[in-house]
Each structure stands twice: as C-alpha cells, then as structure tokens.
C-alpha cells in the first residue's frame, strides 16, 4: 500500500509481507487545523453537500497505515493502524493516545505487513468490535480494552482476515472478509476457506452471503437497509457493488454500482459510508468518491494521500477520512448515517 500504490486499499498490495519500511512515530505535537489538498466538484448536486467553503483538515500524521474510524461517544475517534498493529484515538483538535497495541495479534512478520487490526463498528452494548488481521477473527473490546473472540470461524474453518463490518437495524451484522492479513494471500498456505466472502451474523448464526468477489471490502447499507453495497478491492477489477437485501437478510440482484479500474491514481475502491440522503462516500483512487443514491459521480475528495477508509464523526455531518499516515476532516453540510449503537 504504502510502497508501490499508496494505500492501495485496506490490504490491496500483495506484497506487503515484503515490505521492511519503518513505521513512523506520530506526531508529537497537534496540527495546524488549515486546509489541504482538494475538492473535485463534478455536479451542482454537491454544492447542498459540501458548502463553498469547505476544507479538509489534516488533524493528525505521522502513523503507519490507517484503517477502521469510529467515533466514540467521549468525543474522540477510534482508528487503526494496520502495519502498527496498534488502535490509537485522536480528538477534534489532533490530540493522539494510544489505546491497545498488538491489536491485530501476536506476530513476527516482517515490518509493513498488514498485520493489525483494520475495520470497528459499535455493538449494542457500547463496546466495539475490532476486525484483527493476524489473529483472523473478529473480537470485542469491552470498556477496559480488554479483547475476547466474537467470531473466528465458518463451518470449522478460520476466517481469511475480516475486513470491515456493519450493523443492521434488526440487530444482524454483517462482514467482508478478504485474505489481506495472510502474507501470502489466496495462496498462503494457512488460507482455509476457498473463497474471499461477505458474511451475516444472526441470532447465533452464520451464513455466507457473498462468495463470488474476488476482493471484497468495505461494506454499508443504504439509510432504507433495502441495498447493501460491497467494495472489491481488486487491481483487475475496481469496483463498487450494490445487492437487494430481502427480508430473511440475504442479498441477491447483484450488479455494478460503479467501475473505476480504468482509473490511473493509486487506490482501490476501499472502505465507505452513506449519508442520510444515501450518498455513497467510497475510498478510491486519488480520493473519496461520492456518488448519489443512483450511482452518479458527483465529486472527488482528496486529501493528499490515498484514502482506506470514511467514517463520520463530531456533530454527525464531519466525514473522517483515515488516509495512508494521516487522519483527515471535511465539514459538511449533511449529516451521516445514524450509528444504531
């Protein structure tokens, strides 16, 4: 990600093993709360969005690989690092902590792999789920940081490496899980299930619900939690992708919702979320891409490094753009999707 396509995706570079690069400290002091890189406007439609004035905001840098942003009731947002291995937090004003370090798992791979943890949602009780790489299941993190299991395996087998997640309003949760924390990927020996899927957890059940992505990733719900929208993270095939969600919770009706593998920029369609109107705020190249509810591109944001993931934050209308080595900001004028828990 950080070597040959900066920030390819959450865990699009295939070599990542191989990377020896050193994971820089964070900065020490907090940032000057100034705009950065800039704003692709391509239809009138996101002018009501973003206002004229709108900035991106760098509000902190210095870390190896960020993943997973989930605001916290305490005012401060939760985030990944995923070569660090560590979950730090970072308040409005740039003030960093770190909140539980070997996050993904115990490992001795080599420096830059993605071993850590990536994607966080909320569960119902206030705690947090956490998808670890190394460990390759999803965990829970209680109110003292403590991590025990939630889920590691379907049908006997131990999961690839979840990737991201989301809650449905019926309680059911769902999950991508591609094979980006295994170094050596689909062909890594220690892969035991055959396929990259979506997973739906479900009144002590679990089922697949995807299993033809080559790469899927992030993952989100229309505000109707009538479609549920899959990114796949595959240089080959760059896409978004939009499923009817039926009334048991499995999906079908699969088709493109947008295709971006002739773009140049580095980056992979990537982490996501949907505003309360139900635009789509995807990670992609060069930026986060906006789309509206019917797909239309309707602008860019680039913060100045490749995007892996969105979350929203503060009053509800600041998107949070966890980028490469930084954390970024963008104020708008529309508010997210309400956080069930």
Request: include cysteine.
């Amino acid at each position: 990600m950080k070597i040959i396509q900066v920030a390819l995706a959450t865990s699009a570079l295939v070599l990542a093993g191989c990377s020896t690069a050193p994971i820089p400290a964070p900065s020490a002091a907090a940032p000057e709360m100034k705009g950065t890189g800039s704003i692709v406007r391509l239809d009138p439609a996101f002018d009501a969005i973003a206002p004229k004035d709108a900035i991106i905001e760098k509000i902190g840098s210095g870390f190896g690989f960020t993943e997973g942003p989930l605001w916290r009731p305490e005012g401060k947002l939760w985030f990944s690092d995923v070569t660090g291995n560590l979950v730090r937090s970072i308040t409005p004003d740039g003030k960093v902590e770190v909140l539980i370090e070997k996050a993904g798992g115990e490992t001795n791979a080599p420096a830059g792999s993605f071993i850590g943890p990536n994607g966080m949602v909320a569960d119902k009780d206030g705690f947090v789920l956490l998808c670890e790489h190394t460990n390759r299941r999803i965990a829970r993190v209680d109110k003292d940081l403590k991590q025990t299991v939630f889920l590691d395996k379907f049908e006997g087998k131990k999961f690839n490496s979840p990737n991201d997640l989301v809650y449905k309003s019926d309680g059911s949760l769902y999950f991508t899980d591609p094979p980006y924390g295994l170094l050596k990927q689909d062909e890594d020996p220690a892969k035991q299930l055959k396929f990259n899927g979506v997973f739906r957890y479900a009144k002590g059940k679990l089922t697949a619900v995807i299993k033809d992505l080559t790469r899927p990733n992030g993952i989100a719900f229309s505000p109707d939690e009538k479609v549920l929208y899959i990114s796949n993270s595959d240089e080959k095939k760059k896409i978004w992708m939009r499923y009817d969600v039926k009334a048991d919770g499995s999906v079908s009706n699969g088709k493109v919702f947008a295709d971006v593998t002739g773009e140049a920029e580095a980056g992979l369609p990537d982490g996501m979320k949907v505003d309360s109107l139900g635009n789509v705020y995807g990670s992609g190249p060069g930026g986060v891409w906006v789309f509206s509810p019917d797909g239309k591109h309707i602008a860019t944001i680039k913060p100045g490094e490749t995007p892996a993931n969105v979350g929203w934050g503060d009053d509800g209308k600041s998107l949070y753009i966890t980028a490469t080595t930084s954390v970024y900001r963008i104020k708008l004028a529309v508010a997210g999707e309400k956080a069930l828990y």
